[in-house]
């Protein structure tokens, strides 16, 4: 069965850091592309980043460019988003999310969510 | 960057209509488009993909329809079930984006 499940998310104060993470399991993680998507409370979904299976080339929404780094260990079956200089509206539940098919498509596994909340 | 318009925002039904839900793409964006659904306190559920293919699992009163720039999903009979909100999004390259949703209820 395929399972991702997000860990990290808490609260945090404005201008701090976090690092989420996702841990995959049920298929061959190295060869999908897995992304970051995002929720704010109330809100509809955002797209926030990608990271390429085999080529591990990286994708950024503009609302998160230069403040958050994706990344993953195949090794370890792990999807990570570095976030830094947070602000409040980067308040949401992150996604970690699984491509359909290795070289793209759709979403088809969801974890569950992690929530993070930018607050003083 | 190409931006994806759902209209409308939100509706209301009675059970067993027809409901129709539209997605609009700024450009061309071939037939690179997802439909999911998210019940409330849920996480988004994959109904439709390539515009037209329903996701293994998903029930057969739902489709799509639509290539280039306008997209369609119908709900041919709305269950109770079906109380939820619908994005599109885009997939063909980042950014992935989505519709603003259309949140559906039962009249």
Known sequence: ?120 | DIQMTQSPSSLSASVGDRVTITCRASQDISNYLAWYQQKPGKVPNLLIYGASTLQSGVPSRFSGSGSGTDFTLTISSLQPEDVATYYCQKYNSAPLTFGGGTKVEIK
Do not use: H
């Open chain 1, 1 to 120: 069965e395929v399972q991702l499940q997000e860990s990290g998310g808490g609260l945090v104060l404005p201008g701090g850091s976090l690092r989420l993470s996702c841990a995959a399991s049920g298929f061959t993680f190295s060869s999908y592309a897995v992304s970051w998507v995002r929720q704010a409370p109330g809100r509809g979904l955002e797209w926030v980043s990608t990271i390429g299976g085999s080529d591990g080339s990286t994708y950024y929404a503009d609302s998160v460019k230069g403040r958050f780094t994706i990344s993953r260990d195949n090794s370890k079956n792990t999807l990570y988003l570095q976030m830094s200089s947070l602000r409040a509206e980067d308040t949401a539940t992150y996604y970690c999310a699984k491509r359909r098919i290795p070289g793209g498509s759709a979403f088809d596994c969801w974890g569950q969510g992690t929530l993070v909340t930018v607050s003083s």
